[in-house]
């Protein structure tokens, strides 16, 4: 299976700072990254897929960025609906589809 | 609109069964595949098993095969998920997910719509 390993585990901000998030494949898997936001007690939500493409309606602030085992998540000017889980997921070899640990970004 | 709506979730004993549901709406259910994907209280997202469009394919994570069966109904347009030898790792929130591509594990694939998941809890 392809390991995905997020960091940080957890990072604290606040509104207005950019905040990068990192993920990290067992192998390369080219540009097949997606990444998903949850809010406490709610559904992930898909925010960036093929590492770089913005899903319909998700705010410009959030960008994705990398290929082959580096991918990067960025929120520009964190707002205070950003404060959630970030997770990232591979998509190059299934099964299974596997998800990083985790970031959980709070203030 | 999209919209993906989990039930059956519940308290089981361990070496229980159970059969989850969810209802799709909002687009042409056997033009996309489905997966399950579970959480267990305070931890992160592992994806449990997929289903092609019209059902004739099916996947899953190797600590469900065998005890795990997704199916789809087309005619009410409902994703199933049967879990049976339940144990207590497989205490979860269970969310359906909608995939983008007609197969369950094309390369490139994504989830683009969730549902609100159902909650499975295995004790004595």
């Known amino acids: 299976d392809i390991q995905m390993t997020q960091s940080p585990s957890s990072l604290s901000a606040s509104v207005g700072d950019r905040v990068t998030i990192t993920c990290r494949a067992s192998q390369d898997i080219v540009d097949s990254l997606n990444w998903y936001q949850q809010k406490a007690g709610r559904a992930p939500k898909l925010l960036i897929y093929?590492?770089?493409r913005l899903q319909d309606g998700v705010p410009s602030r959030f960008s994705g960025s990398g290929s082959g085992t580096e991918f990067s998540l960025s929120i520009s000017s964190l707002q205070p609906d950003d404060f959630a889980t970030y997770y990232c997921?591979?998509?190059?070899?299934?099964?299974?589809?596997?998800f990083g640990q985790g970031t959980k970004v709070e203030i | 609109e999209v919209q993906l709506l989990e039930s059956g979730g519940g308290l089981v004993q361990p070496g229980g069964s159970l059969r989850l549901s969810c209802a799709a709406s909002g687009f042409k259910f056997t033009d996309y595949a489905m997966s399950w994907v579970r959480q267990a209280p305070g931890k992160g997202l592992e994806w449990v098993a997929g289903?092609?469009?019209?059902?004739?394919?099916?996947k899953y994570a190797d600590a469900v095969k065998g005890r795990f069966t997704i199916s789809r109904d087309s005619s009410t347009d409902t994703l199933h998920l049967h879990l049976s030898s339940l144990r207590a790792d497989d205490t979860a929130i269970y969310y359906c997910a909608k995939d983008i591509t007609v197969m369950p594990t094309i390369r490139g694939a994504y989830f683009d719509y969730w549902g609100q998941g159902t909650l499975v809890s295995v004790s004595s």
């Open positions: 289903i092609s469009g019209h059902g004739g394919s099916t």
């Open positions: 093929d590492a770089s």
């Open positions: 997921q591979q998509s190059y070899i299934s099964p299974p589809w596997t």
